[in-house]
């Protein structure tokens, strides 16, 4: 997220509702009314779909700074679940409010409109590698784009955004270990 745009959300939340969650804590779920956005202050919020076989589909890893589920802005009702991934803060305004501002300032309006650019762009991104049918052509896509694989105990994170299953990808990374050692 650019600069502008970051300090522009924090001088809008200023003084907002704060929320802390517990890693796990759910913030909102899905068909839920929309009345507040969010935006974090602290740790990581996942916004997640479910699969009808019940895998779970991160959508958006939202970040300090970062909106959680932007577009909700512009809908009646949630589309997703959001959940802490990390003991966090998350700041609330009423979305009336975050509207308002919208329509009172061009520059903050269209620095939004970048900022919702760019989630399309991720989200089109992230449909490109799950379209791919090899674990390893998604991970080869994923960190052909600057990723990096986090310590061990967070490869399930990596798992959910390749949209595989965390054993697949736990036996990918064993096979190129194998590889490189061979």
């Known amino acids: 997220m650019i600069a502008i745009m970051s300090q522009g959300l924090e001088t809008l939340f200023t003084g907002s509702r704060s929320v802390q969650l517990s890693a796990g804590a759910v913030l909102f779920r899905s068909a839920a009314p929309v009345s507040e956005m969010f935006m974090v202050n602290a740790g990581q919020?996942?916004?997640?779909?479910?699969?009808?076989h019940g895998a779970e589909l991160v959508l958006q890893r939202a970040m300090p700074g970062m909106i959680v589920a932007e577009a909700s802005a512009y809908s009646d009702r949630y589309h997703c679940d959001a959940t802490a991934a990390t003991d966090c803060v998350v700041l609330a305004l009423p979305k009336p409010v975050f509207l308002s501002a919208l329509?009172?300032?061009?520059?903050?309006?269209?620095?939004?409109?970048?900022?919702?650019?760019?989630?399309?762009?991720?989200?089109?991104f992230r449909s490109e590698i799950r379209s791919l049918p090899k674990v390893a052509d998604r991970l080869d896509a994923w960190l052909g784009?600057?990723?990096?694989?986090?310590?061990?105990?967070?490869?399930?994170?990596?798992?959910?955004e390749l949209g595989v299953a965390r054993e697949a990808l736990y036996r990918e990374l064993a096979r190129r270990r194998n590889e490189r050692a061979g």
């Open 45 to 52: 919020v996942h916004l997640c779909r479910h699969t009808v």
């Open 103 to 124: 329509a009172a300032d061009a520059g903050f309006a269209a620095s939004w409109a970048a900022t919702l650019a760019r989630g399309v762009q991720a989200a089109r």
């Open 145 to 160: 784009e600057g990723n990096h694989l986090p310590q061990k105990g967070h490869w399930q994170d990596v798992a959910n």
